[in-house]
């Protein structure tokens, strides 16, 4: 039977580092999110107004792609960012900001709200959350060129929509984890803490690969 944790989290506050280290710690099979295959993006981050839709549109495609998958996986999988945070963070954003305007926001939504009727959600949806100058100081350290001039403005419009977002979230249990200061790579203390934090949780015994 399929059971799958989900990682999400803004831009830089280390989704990818977590799924890494349950892949590794249990024997997970990672699933990663698909942004640098998407063809729109160096374009996005030049002009967002001009091609803020059709790279969402390519995402929510994309994720909807990876959800079926999961949906047909065997055993326990983890997720690297969901396709909740795509609709109801990244495309709310720039909804918000003009950058998708009414008319391709209601096609959007419309499509969006088939895809929820189509997948399962996680069986836990690991949520990280950190600082904005840990989360600038992150983004700055891993390098990633396209990510070097997101504007500030954008970086705190996300903060507000994922805090909103997972405050009404409920299709699934819920950990937050606050990373700041969590260095549960090299502490061995907050190592054993995050698992036995996510094993409470998840109602599947996640001690064994493959259960």
């Given at each position: 039977?399929?059971?799958?944790?989900?990682?999400?989290?803004?831009?830089?506050?280390?989704?990818?580092?977590?799924?890494?280290?349950?892949?590794?710690?249990?024997?997970?099979?990672?699933?990663?999110?698909?942004?640098?295959?998407?063809?729109?993006?160096?374009?996005?981050?030049?002009?967002?107004?001009?091609?803020?839709?059709?790279?969402?549109?390519?995402?929510?495609?994309?994720?909807?792609?990876?959800?079926?998958?999961?949906?047909?996986?065997?055993?326990?999988?983890?997720?690297?960012?969901?396709?909740?945070?795509?609709?109801?963070?990244?495309?709310?954003?720039?909804h918000e900001m003009k950058h998708i305007d009414q008319r391709d926001w209601a096609t959007y939504q419309a499509l969006y709200q088939s895809i929820l009727?189509?997948?399962?959600?996680?069986?836990?949806?690991?949520?990280?959350?950190?600082?904005?100058?840990?989360?600038?100081?992150?983004?700055?350290?891993?390098?990633?060129?396209?990510?070097?001039?997101?504007?500030?403005?954008?970086?705190?419009?996300?903060?507000?929509?994922?805090?909103?977002?997972?405050?009404?979230?409920?299709?699934?249990?819920?950990?937050?984890?606050?990373?700041?200061?969590?260095?549960?790579?090299?502490?061995?203390?907050?190592?054993?803490?995050?698992?036995?934090?996510?094993?409470?949780?998840?109602?599947?015994?996640?001690?064994?690969p493959g259960c």
């Amino acid at each position: 039977m399929r059971k799958s944790i989900a990682i999400a989290g803004n831009i830089g506050v280390g989704k990818s580092t977590l799924v890494n280290f349950l892949s590794r710690t249990y024997g997970i099979a990672p699933y990663y999110e698909p942004s640098e295959d998407n063809p729109y993006l160096p374009d996005f981050y030049k002009d967002m107004k001009r091609w803020a839709f059709r790279s969402q549109l390519y995402f929510l495609g994309n994720k909807f792609r990876i959800h079926q998958e999961l949906d047909r996986m065997p055993g326990l999988v983890v997720l690297d960012r969901t396709i909740f945070e795509d609709a109801e963070v990244f495309a709310a954003a720039l909804h918000e900001m003009k950058h998708i305007d009414q008319r391709d926001w209601a096609t959007y939504q419309a499509l969006y709200q088939s895809i929820l009727d189509a997948i399962q959600p996680p069986d836990l949806m690991i949520y990280l959350r950190c600082s904005m100058r840990t989360l600038r100081e992150r983004i700055r350290l891993r390098g990633r060129a396209m990510e070097q001039g997101v504007p500030l403005a954008y970086l705190n419009r996300l903060q507000r929509l994922y805090e909103s977002w997972i405050e009404k979230y409920d299709l699934s249990e819920v950990l937050v984890l606050d990373t700041d200061n969590l260095d549960y790579i090299h502490d061995l203390v907050a190592r054993l803490d995050v698992m036995e934090r996510i094993e409470a949780m998840l109602p599947v015994e996640v001690g064994k690969p493959g259960c």
